[in-house]
């Protein structure tokens, strides 16, 4: 396990981090690999490492063999009040606010031990589920089938906030036409940079007005505080929202579509029955 992460990182910092072991524990693992195989592995290149061709040549075997034998050493009955682990996951604030923190209680009291440890959307959360660097994706797209399983959650509308003396508040609904005509602050998820308001608008989307786009769900409530700006948001983030800052809260127009969210992982993870556990618990409580 330590030379894989080693080899997959590069980094005796990053892999200790990993393993929850101190540096120079991973130090001198690293040191008694190399008279162990007989080269160095990991060599300085610029400021960081790199693989020799020995480290290359292990690198792709060893992460098959510890997906093909996770299964075989995890105990016949998985006991949550046992589990003592880190669970890596991506997902945007919104959806740690739809689907974890929901969770979270219920993680904590049946399995104490356990802990997430989430990070941002970035182009190459898929590679990291491939990898192991992450065990599940929280995901607001259409997923991949041919790269992840998945496991649907719900379906979200959207709903738009605006300050509560704006001309729009007192409508019991607002059309098309009444929602571009004002400017608006965006959205956008993630490295990928995904707007799910400008791909449902199609040939309309470039007459919305955008003043600022940002790409947090939290901070975004900030900015139509004193101005005429429209947030366009997911129903449970929107209502939450509204209520925190005193916002009035509308439908958004039914051209502005909904979408689906999911949870994602990868094979390696498809038989492990931890993961298997913390995908129930997330799914019931979202």
């Known amino acids: 396990m330590t030379l894989s992460i080693l080899l997959q990182t590069r980094s005796v910092s990053r892999a200790a981090q990993r393993l929850g072991l101190s540096q120079p524990t991973v130090s001198r693992a690293l ?25 290359v040549e292990l690198a792709q075997p060893l992460e098959d063999w510890l997906a093909l034998t996770t299964t075989m050493l995890e105990p016949a009955d998985f006991a949550p009040e046992t589990l003592d682990r880190v669970f890596r996951m991506a997902a945007t604030d919104y959806g740690v606010l739809s689907v974890l923190s929901p969770a979270l209680p219920g993680i904590g009291a049946a ?19 491939a990898a192991g660097e992450l065990d599940l994706v929280i995901y607001g797209l259409e997923p991949d089938l041919s790269l992840a399983h998945s496991r649907h959650l719900f379906r979200e509308t959207q709903s738009l906030i605006v300050r509560p003396d704006h001309p729009l508040a007192t409508q ?33 989307a470039e007459e919305r007005r955008v003043m600022a786009r940002l790409p947090y769900f939290y901070a975004a409530p900030d900015l139509i505080g004193a101005s005429d700006a429209i947030l366009t948001m997911p129903d449970r983030a929107a209502q939450r929202f509204a209520r925190s800052h005193g916002f009035a809260c509308l439908p958004a127009p039914q051209e502005v579509a909904g979408f689906d969210y999911w949870l994602l992982w990868h094979e390696r993870s498809a038989r492990d029955p931890a993961t298997l556990w913390l995908i129930e618990m997330l799914a019931a409580a979202a």
């Open 31 to 55: 040191g008694q690999l190399r008279q162990l195989l007989a080269d160095p592995l990991l060599v300085r290149s610029g400021a960081g490492m790199t693989l020799t061709r020995r480290g």
């Open 111 to 129: 399995a104490p031990d356990c802990r997430i440890d989430v990070s941002a959307f970035s182009e190459d959360m898929f590679r990291k589920l």
């Open 172 to 204: 019991n609904s607002v059309t098309l036409e009444d929602y571009l005509a004002w400017p608006h602050v965006a959205i956008s998820i993630g490295e990928p940079h995904v707007d799910h308001v400008h791909a449902s608008l199609g040939d309309r």
